[in-house]
């Protein structure tokens, strides 16, 4: 099974604050990964695929990005409503395996 | 709009067996390969099992193969999870989700999530 090791486990953060989150993958998966933004007792919402494609409605200050097999989200100003837990997740093969998660919160 | 509703959840004893649906709407259901994923209560997520659009290909993780068969019903519009043989560690919030359009398995919509409680 590929390995994803997402880091930090957590992260306090100052609105407008610069913030990346990365994931390191076992084995070369390619661009086949995907970022999920989970809110507060909410359902997990896909933000970026493909490692750096934006998914529908996802405002422009996400982005992700790819050096070898690790990835990067980056939020370039932090708002209020980026509060809550962020997922790496492999798309390369079975199982679809998703890092442990990053929690982001404010200082 | 796309809307995917979980249903089927609750306390069950270890060794007893609960069966979970997700009715969809807002899509063409038949189009689209499903999936379960589930999180236990302050833990991250876990992907439990899919299948393909036309139930050709089914998939499980390691840790529910054997127990649990994913299936689905294209004129009902719905998705199921039988799981059987439960166990305490099965105790999670288990969320119906959908593929995005391939070529990429990536899941982009999911349901509220019912939560499964496994404990005598």
């Known amino acids: 099974d590929i390995q994803m090791t997402q880091s930090p486990a957590s992260l306090s953060a100052s609105l407008e604050e610069i913030v990346t989150i990365t994931c390191q993958a076992s084995?070369?998966?390619?661009?086949?990964l995907a970022w999920y933004q989970q809110k507060p007792g909410k359902s997990p919402q896909l933000l970026i695929y493909?490692?750096?494609s934006l998914a529908d409605g996802v405002p422009s200050r996400f982005s992700g990005s790819r050096s070898g097999t690790q990835y990067s989200l980056k939020i370039s100003r932090l708002q209020v409503e980026d509060i809550g837990s962020y997922y790496c997740?492999?798309?390369?093969?079975?199982?679809?395996?998703f890092g442990g998660g990053t929690k982001l919160e404010l200082k | 709009e796309v809307q995917l509703v979980e249903s089927g959840g609750g306390l069950v004893q270890p060794g007893r067996s609960l069966k979970l649906s997700c009715l969809a709407s807002?899509?063409?259901?038949?189009?689209?390969?499903m999936n379960w994923i589930r999180q236990a209560p302050g833990k991250g997520l876990e992907w439990v099992a899919s299948?393909?659009?036309?139930?050709?290909?089914?998939y499980y993780a390691d840790t529910v193969k054997g127990r649990f068969t994913i299936s689905r019903d294209n004129a009902k519009n719905t998705l199921y999870l039988q799981m059987t043989s439960l166990r305490s560690e099965d105790t999670a919030l288990y969320y119906c989700?959908?593929?995005?359009?391939?070529?990429?398995?990536?899941?982009?919509?999911w349901g509220q999530g019912v939560m499964v409680t496994v404990s005598s």
């Open positions: 989700a959908r593929r995005a359009t391939p070529p990429g398995y990536y899941f982009d919509y």
């Open positions: 807002g899509f063409t259901f038949s189009n689209y390969g």
């Open positions: 997740q492999q798309a390369h093969s079975n199982p679809r395996t």
């Open positions: 084995q070369d998966i390619g661009n086949w």
């Open positions: 493909d490692a750096t």
């Open positions: 299948i393909s659009s036309s139930s050709s290909y089914i």
